[in-house]
């Protein structure tokens, strides 16, 4: 099955910088990588998502890069400010034999210092 | 989007008793999910519900833990039996919207769970 890690667990930034996710993945079969935004005892939510027909998608700060060939992709955020302090997980979709469904990186902890 | 509502949102139990959790959703839905989220750690999936079947457990969960009913295409529980200190962890549901792969996952608030 498909299998997700993330990097790094924890990245701390002073406010105005720029912060990069990156994870990998490893079931080319996958085509589907959002990236969840948790804030301290709320649900997920999601921020950003890329099909595998795209090589980036932008946002406003955030943007989402994705290199099928070396299967990973990664989520940028720049001009950092504290409430983009949370946990971030990526995740790929995975085709399973009776549906699909998500499979979650381990979570990285953004701290943005002001 | 979504409109999950979960509940309880937090419970405090005894090891040896069981909890059970809702899900209500907005509008119809296929496929329901609940997931397991550890203390500092990631969501770990734990079976799929859909309407008129059984769950489809992933490995490491059973249904003697961990039944799942879903009467409904709007509705679902997760029981979790027999809990021990382990079982203390915040418990999401979640659904899909979309089409195929392209879908976007919404949850529930999650239901916090400490067993002492």
């Known amino acids: 099955g498909e299998n997700v890690e993330q990097h790094p667990s924890t990245l701390s930034v002073q406010e105005g910088d720029s912060a990069v996710i990156k994870c990998t993945y490893s079931?080319?079969?996958?085509?589907?990588f959002p990236w969840y935004k948790q804030e301290l005892g709320k649900r997920p939510q999601l921020i950003i998502d890329i099909r595998s027909n795209v090589g980036e998608k932008k946002d406003q700060r955030i943007a989402v890069t994705l290199n099928k060939t070396a299967k990973h992709f990664s989520l940028h955020i720049t001009e950092t400010q504290p409430e983009d302090s949370a946990v971030y997980f990526c995740?790929?979709?995975?085709?399973?034999?009776?549906?699909?469904?998500?499979?979650f990186g381990a979570g990285t902890i953004l701290r943005v210092k002001s | 989007s979504a409109v999950i509502s979960q509940k309880p949102s937090r419970d405090i139990c005894q090891r040896g008793t069981s909890l059970t959790i809702q899900c209500q959703v907005d509008s119809q839905v296929t496929m329901m999910f609940w997931y397991r989220q550890q203390p500092g750690q990631s969501l770990t999936l734990i079976a799929t519900?859909?309407?008129?079947?059984?769950?489809?457990?992933e490995s490491g969960f059973v249904i003697d833990k961990f039944p799942i009913s879903r009467p409904n295409l709007t509705f679902s529980t997760l029981t979790v039996s027999n809990m021990s200190p382990e079982d203390s962890s915040i418990y999401l549901c979640?659904?899909?919207?979309?089409?195929?792969?392209?879908?976007?996952?919404?949850f529930g608030q999650g239901t916090r769970l400490t067993v002492v």
């Open positions: 079931d080319s079969a996958s085509n589907y």
């Open positions: 979640s659904v899909e919207r979309g089409a195929r792969m392209n879908t976007e996952a919404f």
């Open positions: 995740a790929a979709k995975e085709r399973w034999e009776y549906g699909n469904k998500l499979v």
């Open positions: 519900a859909n309407q008129g079947s059984e769950a489809t457990y």
